[in-house]
């Protein structure tokens, strides 16, 4: 449980067209609560309480503070295979964490694309102020604070931290930094993240559930692509870039190793390795991650059921089927086979975590 101090906790809501669907859903592809019609100057205790459940389990275990005065309007979320969505709009709020979330609620990451209006996010010691078409990752692990100061409307996508396959301190150099819309991957995948969330409530699982994971697919994308961004630019760069493009060309390759990646850019060894540590990985590293990505958009797609995940591997590089469910697991957090079968429980036991914990 957590402690905050924000300027004025909400005491309590009314919910005039409080609404839930009670049908039951397939286990990859959920309604949550639609909450709508509150607001915080009329407490009404069952609506507040619906109110915080549907925040907590969208955003984690955040405090909320809304303004006197000001209308909260309505969250309405969905599950889509390893993904939460949701649209929230309201007249104005400030969320909270300020200490050290509880290890399930820990492990997701939350995506914010501003629709209307403007947010202040910050974490790890950056504020950025974000206007509409901007976007913006934080990380549920560490203290952070988002503050919507006027009427607003946002898309949110929630997911595991560890599928977006990036080390702790990349993570940290990606949160609470600006992505605006002035590129053409950026721009691209604010179009499909926006039409993903207002379209996910009429999707069928067999669409849904492989979108949601080309969703996934385009924000590690648009991750590795902020990191380069951002990284300061050096003799080495342009070299590096093109070798980890040679690298993803060749990479059903099982014989894609150091010395043959070296040897086919006319670089010695030592210096390729010399290039991926100033990058901060090894060219080892890349390679499996690299392969790593392939079958898991493999794994996802429409007719993944057909074939094997060791014919997948295969395909992609991978020699020992052991081997590549172990380095599938440890760079995303999941098996092979929860991957392929969105029904898998590690998201779903972090979002009842993080809506329990506050309740």
Same mark, same amino acid.
């Given at each position: ?17 409080? #609404? ?16 709508? *019609? ?5 407490? #009404? ?38 993904? /939460? ?21 820990? *492990? ?37 604070? @988002? ?45 499909? @993240? ?27 994308? @648009? ?50 390795? /010399?290039?991926?540590?100033?990058? *901060? ?19 996802? *797609? ?42 898998? /429980? ?14």
């Amino acid at each position: 449980m957590q402690n905050f101090a924000p300027t004025r906790t909400v005491p309590g809501v009314r919910d005039d067209r409080e #609404t839930a669907d009670t049908a039951p859903r397939s286990p990859v592809q959920s309604r949550e609560p639609v909450v709508s *019609g509150c607001r915080a100057a009329e407490p #009404t205790p069952r609506g507040a309480g619906h109110w915080r459940q549907a925040l907590h389990s969208t955003l984690g275990v955040v405090d909320v503070a809304v303004p006197d005065g000001r209308d909260v309007e309505a969250v309405r979320a969905f599950r889509l295979g390893h993904l /939460k969505l949701a649209t929230a709009e309201g007249g104005g709020m400030r969320l909270a964490r300020v200490r050290q979330p509880i290890e399930e609620d820990g *492990g997701l990451l939350v995506v914010i694309l501003v629709d209307r209006g403007a947010a202040v996010v910050e974490q790890d010691d950056r504020q950025v102020f974000l206007k509409p078409g901007e976007m913006v990752f934080y990380d549920l692990a560490r203290p952070m604070s @988002l503050e919507f100061p006027d009427p607003f409307r946002v898309k949110l996508l929630v997911l595991p931290r560890q599928l977006i396959g990036l080390r702790e301190d990349q993570l940290h150099r990606i949160t609470a930094t600006s992505i605006r819309p002035d590129a053409t991957m950026s721009s691209l995948v604010a179009a499909f @993240l926006t039409h993903l969330v207002d379209t996910a409530a009429d999707l069928p699982a067999a669409t849904g559930v492989p979108l949601a994971s080309s969703a996934i697919d385009l924000l590690t994308l @648009l991750a590795e692509e902020h990191l380069s961004l951002s990284s300061q630019a050096s003799a080495g760069l342009d070299r590096l870039l093109e070798i980890k493009r040679f690298i993803e060309q060749n990479i059903k390759d099982p014989d894609l190793t150091p010395q043959a990646v070296a040897h086919a850019n006319s670089i010695s060894v030592r210096y390729l390795h /010399k290039l991926f540590r100033a990058d *901060g990985g090894t060219v080892g590293q890349w390679i499996q991650r690299c392969r790593l990505q392939k079958c898991r958009s493999e794994l996802a *797609g429409l007719d993944a059921t057909r074939r094997s995940i060791s014919a997948v591997a295969h395909q992609w590089g991978f020699t020992s089927a052991p081997h590549f469910s172990r380095a599938f697991r440890s760079l995303y957090g999941i098996s092979p086979a929860e991957w392929r079968d969105p029904g898998a /429980k590690l998201f779903e036991g972090s979002v009842a975590a993080s809506g329990t914990a506050a309740a």
